[in-house]
């Protein structure tokens, strides 16, 4: 139940090794994919199609405690998804995703345009079968409906050359900077512009990236969009959009820097979804978001609560995707700003932020054979204050909303290589409001150059001085047949408040096939 730049791990030549890049989404990792065989004239019937299986054997002393959300559970771990930690039983399960994605680029248009169109079909072994649902489908004698619906956008190139221009239209990846999700490397969209740590999912809308450069290489992105998330009712004035302006400079072969703009405009009174959305819903909690509550002393009943937060970022890096050097450095700071109106009460403002810094380092032959460290940092909110001081993202608007990728932790904050278990002891960068210092690491070894990979890595996260938790984790990743992966991965989080130390081992099989 991850969202779609959200899969899991990459798997082609030349697509960063997992242990590297230790947490890369599938459909981001997609887009490397897609530069290998992008859609092209040249190619007899225009038709590209690229597939992702991913299957996972797990297990871990997290058990559900909410019998309707026992195979698919997203959110804090401990928190409102009744997912917890037990000494008393093993959960022990197999999951399996495959990820196919179509595009059509017909050759009589030249590559002008295209139409692309992704699905998702997953469930754990066994578990259910002759019906309709999502997420669900393994059980014994199949006839399962599953099928989610990942992408489906026109793809239109209004300029080639040295200035691109390229419009997509419907439901497409919404990534929180101007890269374009459809022709970019894992690295541009997770370790420039906030990182996908602001929002990172799909959305249905419009949006026109530029690229202006020439035979020195790209020295400047652009990027504008606008996004429905959510339409409650087509003749009322009740809806969340999403929008964003964007600009990069890449003034040097390895170096770039980035302003960026973004709005969530909520005009649903927090009540659009099932569980509502925004900093008041109970979906920003399940997922460690904030949960204010705005009611006046006295009253019960939780006034309408429309919302604008802006996102106002910079970002810079230094060979952030560790191709032009061994040594590559990338960070990102973000401030939250806007309001929350109360129907019938005063505004309650919003000024808070967060950031991020990595650094990484090659240190032998091999795609994996990288030390890398990274330092993740939100703003805490005072309860006792007229202003939410804590940070937001995307999260609080949708089931995994936002991704924090990078980090390599498996429980401490969530692992993007899971299916449909993402869950974590920090879940949300804003850490409940709660506001978080996270320092992460990892140090990886290619036994056999970009064939055989070990490596080791953990993490500490506190709010307000006080531990959250500390993770060690090590992972075993063999690329056994062209892009075919096999991984042996375990880890354990150690002062947390939940009832044991949370802990999982699992083995996994990423295959990557294209056509």
Known sequence: MIPALPLAAALAGGVAHAADDAAAPIESRLSEARTTVAPSPSLSDGLVVVAIVQTKATVTDLTSTNPFLDGQVVGLLGGTNGLTTTDEQRAVYVEQRLSPFLTWSPPILGGWASLAVGFEIDYAFGDRSYGVGGNVGGGFGGDMVNLQTRRMEATLRALRGDHDLTFHVGLQLLADGPFDPTASLPDDLLRTSGRMMIIGSEATGISAYGRVGGL???????????????????????????????????????????????????????????????????????????????????????????TDVFWLSADASVNHRLDKGPFGASGFVAANVGKMYLEGLRDHAILGGFGDVEVRARVAPGRGSVVRAEALYSTADDPATPTYEGALTANSWGIVGALNATHGTLL?????????????????????????????????????????????????????????????????????LLFLRLGLHGGTVLGTELPTAPWIVYGSLDWLVFK
Request: charged share 20%.
């Open 412 to 480: 401490l904050l969530p692992d993007p290589f899971s299916i449909d278990r993402y869950t974590a002891v920090v879940h949300d960068v804003s850490n409940s409001g709660r506001g978080v210092l996270a320092v992460t690491g990892s140090a990886g070894y290619d036994l056999v150059p970009s064939r055989l990979n070990a490596t080791v890595g953990g993490g500490v996260a506190t709010s307000a001085g006080e531990l959250q938790g500390a993770e060690l984790n090590a992972h075993v990743v063999a690329d056994a």
């Open 216 to 306: 020195a290489g790209t020295w400047l992105r652009y990027r504008l969009g606008s996004w429905t998330l959510w339409e409650s009712g087509l003749g009322e004035a009740d809806d969340v959009t999403f929008h964003a302006a964007d600009v990069r400079v890449e003034p040097s072969w390895i170096a770039g820097a980035g302003l960026h703009a973004l709005w969530m405009r909520d005009r649903s009174g927090g009540t659009a979804g099932t569980l509502g959305v925004g900093p008041t819903s109970a979906l920003s909690e399940m997922q460690g978001g904030p949960r204010l509550d705005l009611r006046p002393a006295g009253v019960d009943v939780a006034p309408p609560v429309d």
